[in-house]
């Protein structure tokens, strides 16, 4: 005899079948059949539904443990599992066709890989080596830039130099062209509001004038001007001084420095009459260091802080300035005798105001202060 075992999921079937009743039309799922027999034919027979035996109502659960009912029964069972073994061989056998073309499908696809990979790293080392060679060729590259910058340095240097060069040497041949020899100097200055304003910003306090000469072997001298003034008089006046500068005949000429030195300011509207230039001078102070024989490119300066007040050069400024232009004369007065008692305005620059030396310069205008020349 076949063995016997509970299916939930076969039960759960049967349940949901649908019958007719024996008895009566009625018909619905096999699971409230019982409800209906109990409700409605409690006390008739029933005709059992596998076997189709008429039982009696009350002996109906006697007639399903019988052995024929469970006979018919278990076949039902047995028939239901074969359907549903061949249902489940069946959806099997389909996923397992299902997955064999998919395998197939991959393993295309895996091969196609495989080549594409293959073509991938072939690619990938073609490109390393060339990235490898532009990387040296780059060195080389920036190997080669940085030769060439520090040329192009070198040769700018070069250039500069001649520049520099040519620029003095342009200045030199003009100044000879210009250079006065008579002991009068007339100083041009051009732009004069663009370096009134430089003064007054401090980005260049002073200015340079030509050099000049008393004789072609006599002094060699300059001026130095202060736009905005000097000192404690800085945004009040206009400040000029005088400087000695080391010349070639030196060692043949009379020191200290004794001559009369006129500045003058040149009126423009009336340039014919002398009488409407603004003139100042000093007396050399000959224990001043300022008038020694200079050891240095340039002695300290002396001069005038006071030679004309800002304010009232404003106010005369059409007569001192034409075409952004000022004149300033310097002469060196031979012919007058110094009096007893100095009078004039003249005084040395302050040491913070001298040149700018260098170190060793610096060094020898300390030593000639230090042996004792009046520095006022």
Known sequence: MHAVWFDAALQA???CLSIFCSVCDWTGPLKIYQNHIDQNHVDRFL?????REQVERSKILEHYMTETHQSRLLNILLHLQSIQIKNDQQQQQMRYSQFHD???ILSTDIALLDIRVEQ??????SHQQALQLHTYKLLLLKNLIREVVNYLYQTRTIQDFCMREVLSLEHHFDQRHIISFDGIL???ISNIQEKINDAKCERQRSIYSPEFYTSPTGYKM??????NGTNDVQDTYISIFFILMRGEYDAILKWPFHFKVIFSLLNQLTIEDDRHHLNEFFWPDKRSICFQRPHLEM??????????SLDKFQQNRDQYVQDDTIFIKVEIDFLSIPPENRSDAGEMLMIDEQHVDT??????????????????
Not at 222 to 227: E, K, P, Q, T, V
Not at 359 to 376: A, C, P, T
């Open 13 to 15: 079937e049967l349940e």
């Open 47 to 51: 005709i059992c539904s596998l076997c």
């Open 102 to 104: 998919m395998i197939s």
């Open 120 to 125: 991938i790293q072939y690619e990938f080392y």
């Open 186 to 188: 007339k100083w041009k």
């Open 222 to 227: 300059r001026a130095r001007l202060f736009l």
């Open 299 to 308: 002695n300290n300066a002396y001069g005038i802080k006071k030679f004309i």
């Open 359 to 376: 170190e060793e310069d610096d060094l020898m205008r300390k030593i000639l202060l230090s042996r004792g020349f009046n520095d006022n």
